[in-house]
């Protein structure tokens, strides 16, 4: 069974970077034809795609945020990671890392990032 968990700081400054981990169990991301993407939800409001990384390593970013995000992973150690850079206020969030086979099906339980000085 797969599980995905977040993990990274709680509390980012303004103007700072932004990075979180997503570990994978149960399975690999380099396994054929699965997407391993980032979302968050910010107070109040409806998810919103962040950007995704695929099986291959092929990047994949929200048009919005595109500028200042960064995705990448390491093999060996089975974790991907967001890098989101300037952030501000409204970067804050609850973040998820989930995979996509036939539809987002795995998701982890998510983090609160906080941005604020």
């Known amino acids: 069974q797969v599980q995905l968990q977040e993990s990274g700081p709680g509390l980012v400054k303004p103007s700072q970077t932004l990075s979180l981990t997503c570990t994978v169990s149960?399975?690999?991301?380099?396994?054929?034809?699965?997407?391993w993407h980032w979302i968050r939800q910010p107070p109040g409001k409806a998810l919103e795609w962040v950007g995704a990384?695929?099986?291959?390593?092929?990047?994949y970013y929200s048009p919005s945020l595109k500028s200042h995000t960064s995705i990448s992973r390491d093999t060996s150690k089975n974790q991907f990671t967001l890098k989101l850079s300037s952030v501000t206020p409204e970067d804050t969030a609850v973040y998820y890392c989930?995979?996509?086979?036939?539809?987002?099906?795995?998701w982890g339980q998510g983090t609160l990032v906080t941005v604020s000085s």
């Open positions: 990384i695929g099986y291959r390593g092929i990047t």
């Open positions: 149960g399975g690999s991301i380099a396994s054929n034809g699965y997407g």
């Open positions: 989930t995979r996509y086979y036939s539809g987002l099906d795995v």
